[in-house]
């Protein structure tokens, strides 16, 4: 078994994943190779002109859509985005308010009170034991 040092590699989705951006939208040499644990790090510590582009202005994935936006991701699927999209974009989309991103901001908000009453309840718990 080999070890993991930072001769580890992971697939370009993965590197992107880990970014935060859109695979597609990255440079071809990008998608076309592996990534060291290292590389990654030197990406994220040191972001090049094109990832900081894609961090800016996008197109983003489904993740950064949906945090940008405070919806989940299922929401952004029930809202009917199937594609990424630019920071341009989702910003027009906070100001145009449509009734499904309200819809699913409410419920985000509910699930956000729903994990702390269950935080708090189990620290109470905790506390009595």
């Known amino acids: 078994m080999k070890s993991h ?12 994943k880990k970014l935060g951006v859109y695979l597609p939208a990255t440079p071809q040499e990008f998608q076309d190779g592996v990534v060291t644990r290292s590389e990654l790090n030197e990406l994220q510590a040191n972001p090049p002109a094109w990832l900081q582009e894609l961090r800016g202005n996008g197109p983003h994935p489904r993740p950064v ?38 819809k699913e901001r409410a419920i ?19 506390q009595r034991s």
């Not at 936006?69 to 341009?88: D, F, H, K, M, Y």
């Not at 989702?90 to 009734?99: C, M």
């Open 108 to 126: 985000q908000a509910e699930v956000r009170k729903e994990a702390v009453r269950i935080k708090e309840k189990k620290a109470e718990q905790d």
């Open 65 to 102: 859509v949906a945090a940008k936006l405070g919806i989940s991701i299922a929401g952004v699927a029930r809202g009917g985005i199937t594609e990424p999209l630019t920071t341009e974009q989702i910003e027009a989309l906070k100001q145009e308010r449509p009734e499904w991103l309200e």
């Open 5 to 16: 040092q930072s001769t580890q590699t992971m697939k370009p989705a993965t590197a992107a």
